[in-house]
Each structure stands twice: as structure tokens, then as C-alpha cells.
């Protein structure tokens, strides 16, 4: 079955520490995103990608690192400089312009 | 900048309809897709819809598009406690081709 796969689905990190989110997809997408969900919010933008070994900084993008070395992987690293990173991370995949979102199952970050 | 809002929550019982509402602020909107998320989970598209078109429907679902007020609304026809969930509301702009979401609202379906 083609479909995105994030791991781990929960996450626990000391503070200081850099911790990598894994986002997998096997439906030959050219797009790849990185939303981040906090309670009562809407989704907010952390990177994208649009083609292999290509991205860009989204709305939030501070404290956070990417990358496209392959078309099925976009790891999420965050790192020491985010100041609240405990939220819901949740990727995404699309085949590009108008065409809808596919997303993953999320990862729950903790960081205590 | 772009904006997309939603009602944070709203009550119905079962059999009853649902509409969950939604405004954006972007007139370049050309797509206007609703989601659905079910706790711990990610986000499931239920339907979408195009700038030329006023209404879409899908068995249960309607959607309802005024683009002159930049109003869309989804309705749930014969609601179900398993309806229960967090519908977003997300605006693409052809412009700028990002995805704006809104706040998401919660349904709460009583039996």
C-alpha cells in the first residue's frame, strides 16, 4: 500500500539535545512539507520541498533543519535552538501544484 | 498576510446535519480543500474544491463555496458519533502555491 510513514510516533528528548523526525512516503511525490501542530492552532509550515535535493523555509522555520537527498525521504531535525519544540509534527506529500496533501500519522514530540 | 478562519467547536446529535464554516482572506484562493483529523492521527483529505465551482457533493458531504464573501462551509448530512473530529479548513493560493490552514474546528457528535 502506498502511503507516507512517520516514525517514531512518539518522541521524548532532554532539552539541549537535537532529535531527527523520520518521513517516508512510496507514492512517487515530488512534494514534501513539514507542518508543526500546537493545541487550537492550525497547521503552520516548516520547510518544503519540491523537488530532490531542493527546499525552502516555510513559516516557522527557525530551530529547525531539513533534508532531500532522495524523492521518498524529508527528515525533520530539530534542534537545540528551537525554543518550544514539545508539539505534534506532522509531514506531508503532494504530486505539486493544485493536487491535494497526503499526510502522515504524525510524530509527538516531548522535550523536557 | 493570507488568513484562513474557523469556529474552534461546535455541538450536534446524531442524525442531525453539521456545518462547519470557514473565510479566507486571499481572493486568489483557487483551491479549498476540508480535512478531517481524528485524535493522535493526521489529517485525512474528505473533499476539496475549485474556484469555478459553487458546490460539490459527495454522499454525505456538501460543500458550499461563496466566493464573492470568500465563505466555504462543508455539511454533514445525518451526523455519526464517528464524525467526531477536528475538521480543517485550508485555502491554496495559485499565486503564491502555499497552503494556508485554518484553526480547525471541533465536532463534537452527542448520541
Known amino acids: 500500500d502506498g502511503g507516507i510513514t512517520q516514525s517514531p510516533k512518539y518522541l521524548f528528548r532532554k532539552e539541549g539535545q537535537n532529535v531527527t523526525l523520520s518521513c517516508e512516503q512510496n507514492l512517487n511525490h515530488d512534494a514534501m512539507y513539514w507542518y508543526r501542530q500546537d493545541p487550537g492552532q492550525g497547521l503552520r509550515l516548516i520547510y518544503y520541498s519540491q523537488i530532490v535535493n531542493d527546499f525552502q523555509k516555510g513559516d516557522i522555520a527557525e530551530g529547525y533543519s531539513v533534508s532531500r537527498e532522495m524523492k521518498e525521504s524529508f527528515p525533520l531535525t530539530v534542534t537545540s535552538a528551537q525554543k518550544n519544540p514539545t508539539a505534534f509534527y506532522l509531514c506531508a506529500s503532494s504530486i505539486g501544484g493544485r493536487s491535494p496533501l497526503h499526510f502522515g500519522n504524525g510524530t509527538r514530540l516531548t522535550v523536557t | ?111
Request: one cysteine or more; hydrophobic letters at 30%; charged letters at 20%.
Open chain 2, 1 to 111: 498576510g493570507e488568513d484562513v478562519e474557523q469556529s474552534l467547536f461546535l455541538s450536534v446529535r446524531e442524525g442531525d446535519s453539521s456545518v462547519i464554516n470557514c473565510t479566507y482572506t486571499d481572493s486568489s484562493s483557487t483551491y479549498l480543500y476540508w480535512y478531517k483529523q481524528e485524535p493522535g492521527a493526521g489529517l485525512q483529505l474528505l473533499t476539496y474544491i475549485f474556484s469555478n465551482m459553487d458546490m460539490k457533493q459527495d454522499q454525505r458531504l456538501t460543500v458550499l463555496l461563496n466566493k464573492k464573501d470568500k465563505h466555504l462551509s462543508l455539511r454533514i448530512a445525518d451526523t455519526q458519533t464517528g464524525d467526531s473530529a477536528i475538521y480543517f479548513c485550508a485555502a491554496g493560493s495559485s499565486n503564491t502555491g502555499k497552503l494556508i490552514f485554518g484553526q480547525g474546528t471541533t465536532l463534537q457528535v452527542k448520541p
